[in-house]
Each structure stands twice: as structure tokens, then as C-alpha cells.
């Protein structure tokens, strides 16, 4: 007599009671194509009956996978890279993994461990983006686990890599409010870091926009920001208004900076966008419903985090069938591409314009 509705029926009980092979049931939940519609049916009438439900975990480990990834962060306290860890889950759910996710708090031992071993038994690969690493660690990349690299750390590891175009976005940024009639501008964000960071990268692009229309940068602009969060931008602000130093225009390099930015600002009497034009990076979803909304650089962050599953996913599947490494695509680099959001923020229109410079 068929079990029903219990849910524990195996999957030898749905082959006797659809009298087929297992084997025939196992093609059926696999999606095999090339079976008979009538033999489909009587398996999935079984499964039905029995109340049958696949062992993913047995499934997954008999073809060699957990079935899992993991995701290594700097911090999710921070909206971007808060969003950029919804955005991996929801491509990884598309593909049948479950995302592990982990944060290092930019702490060096925690990076470290993503590449001593310690994850090859619990995910079948790493999308890893470093904050405390350098370029100096290249070598430790040299692993067997799928990894794909994000950011702007560490280049030329041996590994799949997606990054963003934050040079480009940030000259594009700073090129929108020069349009608009700013000449004093003030560039929030900076950081004293000698290798390549967001931060080093989006004032390399201000730089450049500021000398290719002849503009200078008032030394009282310059204030250095430990982390790029909502409380740094509003103290680094109010620190450059204490200065003396009123800009006609401020150039965030985090959304978060930007907002905490527009805060000081509207504490102080100063109107955004009349007397201040302010944008930011990154287009957090907050961005969108700030007063005014605000104006920001948009650097991909869906298609950063469908590439990075998509080049994981692919490494995973040639280490499961077995290709040695140096049989393998070589690794790949991919930069995506930014838009430019204009918002109220900088008094523009709010149209999208991808990759607007």
C-alpha cells in the first residue's frame, strides 16, 4: 500500500510504484529530455502520491558539490554592499545555490582565511571582495576553490575578477556639476591609501575632471575620511564649512558620505540644491528618497553581481567534470559599466543616460 503524505518515501519507493527503474526517476527529476511523456507523467503521479521530496544535500554531494557559495564582504552595515549581497543572492537562487555570506570587517586575518583552505569543505566557491589585502598578496590567490575577485584591491591574481569603472564615474560625476556652473568644489571621500582603493580611484577621476577644465582644488577641501559611512560624510562636511570653506558643489564618493553630507548642510542653512549641488556613488536604493533625491553615479551593481555568479558558476561546473585548471578558460576581467542618475540633488532633469561621461 503507498505511503502518502509522510515525506518519507525514497526514491526506489517512486520507481515501484511508477514501475520504472530508478535511474528513469532519477532522469525524470533532472530534467532529462528524452524520456516519454507517459512514463514523465506515471513518475511525477508516484512523486506526488508518495509526497516525495529530493535529498538536495545527498544529491548535491553525490556529484560533488555542496550545492553552496560563500560571499565574502567588507561590512554589510554599509547600503551598498548590503545591496550587492541581495543582488548575489537572488542571481545565485537563479542557478540552485545558497549563499553564505561573511563579513571581515576590513580585517586582515578574516581575508586571509577566505584563501588558507579553510572554506573548501563548506562551498563550492567564493565571490571575495578584500578591503585589508594588497597587491602585495597576489600570490596567495594560487588556489584549487572556484574564486571570483571584486573590487579595486587586487588585480592580476589569477582569478575571474568584475570590477566598476570608478575612475570614469567619478570624472563623470564631477564633469555633471562642472556643466552646471560649480568652480568650487569639494571632493568628500578622500582617503590617505597609496594602493588602489574606490576611494584613491574616484579622486584620481575628480583630479582629472578638475584639470581638464582648468580648475583648482581649495586645500580646505581636502578631508581625510576613515570609513564611508553616513556619520563620516556629515562630520567631514561640517569640518570643511568650519574652515571657512562654503563649495558651490560637493562630490561624494559614497552615496552614504553624500546623505550624511546633505545633512550638515541642511543644518547649517545651506539649500541643496540651490547653494550647494551635491551627488554621490553608488545608487543606493535610499539615494532615491532622500530631500532632494539625489543625484548619483550608478556602477553597476546588478550586472557586477550577475557576472560574478555567472563566472563562479562556470569555474564550479569545470571543476565538478573534472578539467584540470590550466585546461580552463584563462581568468577574466570584466568592468562594468556606469549611468549617470540625474536626480534633484544638482537640479538636473531625472533621466538615466548610461555610461554618460
Do not use: C, W
Request: aromatic share 4%; no cysteine.
Amino acid at each position: 500500500m503507498a505511503r502518502k503524505g509522510n515525506g518519507s518515501a525514497t526514491i526506489r519507493d517512486v520507481a515501484q510504484i511508477a514501475g520504472v527503474s530508478i535511474k528513469t526517476v532519477s532522469n525524470v527529476l533532472n530534467g532529462y529530455p528524452h524520456i516519454r511523456p507517459q512514463t514523465r507523467d506515471r513518475v511525477t503521479d508516484a512523486i506526488r502520491e508518495l509526497d516525495y521530496h529530493v535529498n538536495v544535500s545527498a544529491r548535491n554531494l553525490s556529484r560533488g558539490r555542496t550545492g553552496a557559495i560563500a560571499l565574502v564582504l567588507p561590512a554589510l552595515r554599509g547600503a551598498y554592499f548590503a545591496e550587492l549581497a541581495d543582488a548575489v543572492m537572488r542571481e545565485a537562487a537563479k542557478r540552485g545555490f545558497t549563499v553564505f555570506i561573511q563579513q571581515t570587517n576590513d580585517e586582515r586575518d578574516r581575508e586571509l582565511r577566505v584563501l588558507d583552505g579553510s572554506y573548501r569543505s563548506m562551498v563550492d566557491g567564493v565571490i571575495f571582495s578584500p578591503l585589508a589585502l594588497t597587491q602585495h598578496d597576489v600570490g596567495l590567490f594560487d588556489m584549487d576553490l572556484p574564486l571570483v575577485l571584486l573590487g579595486e584591491r587586487i588585480f592580476g591574481a589569477g582569478v575571474d575578477h568584475v570590477t566598476m569603472q570608478n575612475v570614469a564615474g567619478a570624472r563623470a560625476a564631477t564633469e555633471h556639476v562642472i556643466g552646471l556652473g560649480a568652480r568650487t568644489i569639494v571632493p568628500l571621500g578622500a582617503k590617505d591609501d597609496p594602493g588602489s582603493s574606490s576611494g584613491t580611484l574616484r579622486m584620481k577621476g575628480f583630479q582629472e575632471a578638475l584639470r581638464a577644465h582648468g580648475l583648482e582644488l581649495d586645500p580646505r577641501a581636502i578631508v581625510g575620511v576613515p570609513d564611508y559611512f553616513h556619520s563620516t560624510g556629515a562630520a567631514a562636511m561640517a569640518e570643511i564649512l568650519d574652515r571657512g570653506l562654503v563649495p558651490d558643489a560637493v562630490v561624494a564618493f559614497t552615496d552614504a558620505l553624500a546623505l550624511g553630507a546633505l545633512a550638515t548642510l541642511t543644518e547649517r542653512g545651506l539649500r541643496v540644491p540651490d547653494d550647494v549641488r551635491l551627488i554621490g556613488f553608488d545608487n543606493i536604493e535610499e539615494a532615491g528618497y532622500s530631500v532632494p533625491p539625489l543625484t548619483t553615479i550608478d556602477p553597476g551593481r546588478e550586472i557586477i553581481a550577475a557576472r560574478a555568479v555567472a563566472l563562479l558558476d562556470e569555474r564550479i561546473r569545470l571543476r565538478i567534470e573534472g578539467v584540470a585548471r590550466e585546461d580552463q578558460p584563462a581568468p577574466r576581467q570584466e568592468v562594468v559599466d556606469f549611468a549617470l542618475i540625474r536626480r534633484q540633488s544638482t537640479q538636473a532633469a531625472d533621466r538615466r543616460h548610461r555610461g554618460d561621461r
